[in-house]
């Protein structure tokens, strides 16, 4: 009912772990950090042998297998190595959600969402997104530091009216990023192509692009026009 570790600076700060996969229901907050790849998956219900007082043993166990990530409060989950793999939903109640790689990739095969906060994903080399994101209250900030960012076909980022920033050291394929009233920030030091042709690309009251390569491509070719 309370907080899985602690703030990044504060007491003896997040809690440390080298596990495989990970399942998280907190009233307050997450702070972790792995240090091997990591799957945010199910967990099945852990048994263990109660003792009683004549020596006698019993099962105890969980009630019921948990999936994902909920939280009341803030998300912070630090991968030192390996790829972080999202294949149960993450879902932020009323703080914030960081989910960053030191070392290696970022697959978001299942949904981050935020009812009252701001999400960032910063992966070290590549992010694939084959999931929504969506922040009810906050902005979204997605990060590939020395790779690329792919979004596939029919994928979404929506920030309900405020800001989304994507940057990638590489290339940025997108499908479909709203931010409603409010405005988008696209650095690629690469191309930015549109990756499919499910939803409007980007929608926005302002659109700010740095590209080092093309940003779109020419009607015809590939998935043309952004």
Same mark, same amino acid.
């Given at each position: ?14 809690? @440390?772990? *080298? !596990? ?16 091997? #790849?990591? @799957? ?7 048994? =263990?042998?109660? $003792?009683?007082?004549?020596? *006698? ?17 803030? !998300? ?6 390996? +790829?972080?793999?999202?294949?149960n939903?993450?879902?932020? $109640? ?9 070392? +290696? *990739?970022?697959?978001?095969? #299942? ?9 960032s994903?910063?992966?070290? &080399? ?12 906050? &902005?979204? +900030?997605? @990060?590939?530091?020395?790779g690329?960012i ?17 940057? =990638?050291d *590489? ?12 405005? $988008?920030?696209?650095? #690629?030091?690469?191309? !930015?192509? +549109?990756n ?5 690309d980007?929608? =926005? ?12 491509? =020419? ?8």
């Open positions: 009912t309370g907080n899985t570790g602690e703030a990044s600076g504060t007491n003896k700060g997040l809690l @440390e772990t *080298s !596990i495989s996969k990970l399942a998280v229901q907190s009233s307050g907050s997450v702070y972790l950090y792995n240090n091997k #790849a990591l @799957e945010i998956g199910e967990i099945d219900t852990v048994s =263990a042998n109660r $003792v009683d007082t004549a020596g *006698s043993i019993a099962a105890e166990s969980d009630s019921s297998n948990l999936s994902g990530i909920t939280a009341n409060v803030n !998300i912070a989950i630090e991968n030192t190595s390996g +790829d972080l793999t999202i294949f939903a993450v879902h932020g $109640v009323a703080g914030n959600i960081l989910l960053t790689t030191d070392a +290696d *990739s970022i697959n978001i095969n #299942a949904g981050i969402t935020n009812d009252s906060g701001n999400i994903v910063i992966a070290e &080399t590549n992010i694939s997104q084959s999931a929504n994101i969506k922040s009810t209250n906050g &902005t979204i +900030d997605i @990060e590939a530091e020395t690329s792919t979004m596939q076909d029919g994928i979404s980022s929506n920030s309900t009216n405020n800001n989304i920033s994507y940057k =990638a *590489s290339d940025i394929s997108i499908s479909n990023i709203n931010a409603g009233t409010a405005n $988008v920030s696209i650095i #690629a030091g690469g191309n !930015i192509t +549109d499919g042709d499910t939803d409007t980007i929608t =926005a009251s302002g659109l700010r692009i740095v590209s080092t390569g093309n940003t779109g491509e =020419a009607s015809g070719t590939n998935k043309g026009l952004l």
